[in-house]
Nanobody
Framework: QVQLVESGGGLVQPGGSLTLSCAAS????????MGWFRQAPGKQRELVAT???????NYVDSVEGRFTIFRDNAKNTVYLQMNSLKADDTAVYYC?????????????WGQGTQVTVSS
């Protein structure tokens, strides 16, 4: 059974920091592109950051320079370090794992963790 379990969400003041964690099981973690998505009320889910199996990272423009995605293959865990948080960062954040081959493409999702940025 594949499981992605997020943790680290909570309430933080504008300008503050949080680090999210996503622990994966049931997959060969090192082969997957890992990512973080978020969904705010009334908005579509958007990609926030990804990190490939080789360590290449990508970020949505709105978080570039503020957020950092890391992975620790020994712990089967991907992290999202969030600094200088803004009210617009408020959303449910979802962990994502993707593998694509000639034969198959699998996508897995965590259940999400709430991040609220408010004074």
């Amino acid at each position: 059974q594949v499981q992605l379990v997020e943790s680290g969400g909570g309430l933080v003041q504008p300008g503050g920091s949080l680090t999210l964690s996503c622990a994966a099981s049931g997959i060969v973690f090192s082969l997957y592109r890992m990512g973080w998505f978020r969904q705010a009320p009334g908005k579509q889910r958007e990609l926030v950051a990804t990190i490939s199996s080789s360590g290449t990272t990508n970020y949505v423009d709105s978080v570039e320079g503020r957020f950092t995605i890391f992975r620790d293959n020994a712990k089967n865990t991907v992290y999202l370090q969030m600094n200088s948080l803004k009210a617009d960062d408020t959303a449910v954040y979802y962990c994502n794992a993707v593998i694509m081959t000639v034969y198959r493409g699998d996508t897995y999702w965590g259940q999400g963790t709430q991040v609220t940025v408010s004074s």
